[in-house]
Antibody, heavy 121, light 110 residues
Framework: QLQLQEAGPGLVKPSETLSLTCTVS??????????WGWIRQPPGKGLEWIGN???????YYNPSLKNRVTISVDTSKNQFSLRLSSVTAADTAVYYC?????????????WGQGTLVTVSS | QSVLTQPPSVSAAPGQKVTISCSGS????????VSWYQHLPGTAPKLLIY???KRPSGIPDRFSGSKSGTSATLGITGLQTGDEADYYC???????????FGGGTKLTVL
């Protein structure tokens, strides 16, 4: 059974880089045709797609975040990661790692429990 | 402000039926598949509907999806107290080149 678990600092200072990892269990992260992604939810607001990554490393980012976001994979640890640079208070959110069904698919069938990241000095 | 528009809240009595609307445009809902999610506070969102009207394995047929033009609708019949949650629609927006979501609808089962 597929399980996803986010990990990372809960507090990040403004202008610094937010870094989160997602550990995948129950399936190989490099399984053929598999995608992995990140979604966030600011407090009191709706969901926001951050980006997806194909198992081969090809990435698809939300244009609104594209200049600041990097999603990468570490197959040796069965993990994938999110880095978001130059954060501001607007980046405070619960961050979810997910499994999308395609590069541009709105269907995400597995989610981590989510981790709250607060941007504050 | 979300790209897709949902009513902030809906309510109905146990056993009744409720519908949740999701309004978009020709660049998103009208020409793309729609998914729906159930989100209970403190838990991970759950995929309820994909490709407009399909249910993943394990999702009861009390949940249904449909689309007409630039709007999509989630229907829930036989409401149960356990259905109280936030519901989100999502789709691809070809103008924004991004997956977009609605602002969410809070369902209260009175």
């Amino acid at each position: 059974q597929l399980q996803l678990q986010e990990a990372g600092p809960g507090l990040v200072k403004p202008s610094e880089t937010l870094s989160l990892t997602c550990t995948v269990s129950g399936v190989s992260i490099s399984s053929t045709n598999s995608y992995w992604g990140w979604i966030r939810q600011p407090p009191g607001k709706g969901l926001e797609w951050i980006g997806n990554m194909y198992y081969s490393g090809t990435t698809y980012y939300n244009p609104s975040l594209k200049n600041r976001v990097t999603i990468s994979v570490d197959t040796s640890k069965n993990q994938f990661s999110l880095r978001l640079s130059s954060v501001t208070a607007a980046d405070t959110a619960v961050y979810y790692c997910t499994r999308p069904w395609g590069s541009y698919s709105p269907s995400f069938d597995s989610w981590g429990q989510g981790t709250l990241v607060t941007v504050s000095s | 402000q979300s790209v897709l528009t949902q009513p902030p809240s809906v309510s109905a009595a146990p056993g009744q039926k409720v519908t949740i609307s999701c309004s978009g445009s020709s660049s998103n809902i009208e020409n793309n598949y729609v998914s729906w999610y159930q989100h209970l506070p403190g838990t991970a969102p759950k995929l309820l509907i994909y490709d407009i009207d399909k249910r993943p394995s394990g999702i009861p047929d009390r949940f249904s999806g449909s689309k007409s033009g630039t709007s999509a609708t989630l229907g829930i019949t036989g409401l149960q107290t356990g259905d109280e949650a936030d519901y989100y629609c999502g789709t691809w927006d070809s103008s924004l080149s991004a997956v977009v979501f609605g602002g969410g609808t809070k369902l209260t089962v009175l």
